[in-house]
Nanobody, 128 residues
Framework: VQLQASGGGLMQAGGSLRLSCAAP?????????IGWFRQAPEKEREAVSC????????YYGDSVKGRFTISRDKSKNTAYLQMNNLKPEDTALYYC?????????????????????WGQGTLVTVSS
């Protein structure tokens, strides 16, 4: 399934952005583990956050803990990544992804290989 990530943009350090991840109509995004990843130029893809299928478990990378919050709204079939206190090092292309491996995100962030369906990415640029 093709996910649609949006909400990126240019923001000054200290500002906030909310990224959205939408699924096509008829696809129930709300029951899948969802991950957010990012990739900065010349760097490897990094796991940012993860939410389990039951929403009971959320995990964050060390670099974003306390600043980012993952959530989902099943009624809107959309997942979100609220990013506060943005820093220049948060500059990257952000992707959302889902997996049919139901235990993903129950005991940790998961890795990119665990996720099979990805969005096209949304660019976040944070200026100092």
């Amino acid at each position: 399934v093709q996910l649609q990530a949006s909400g990126g943009g240019l923001m000054q350090a200290g500002g906030s952005l909310r990224l959205s991840c939408a699924a096509p109509p008829g696809f129930a995004l709300g029951y899948y583990p969802i991950g957010w990843f990012r990739q900065a130029p010349e760097k490897e893809r990094e796991a940012v956050s993860c939410i389990s299928s039951s929403d009971d478990n959320t995990y964050y990378g060390d670099s974003v803990k306390g600043r980012f919050t993952i959530s989902r709204d099943k009624s809107k079939n959309t997942a979100y990544l609220q990013m506060n206190n943005l820093k220049p090092e948060d500059t990257a292309l952000y992707y959302c992804a889902i997996t049919g491996l139901w235990d993903t995100c129950k005991d940790g962030l998961g890795t990119a290989v665990d996720f099979g369906s990805w969005g096209q990415g949304t660019l976040v640029t944070v200026s100092s």
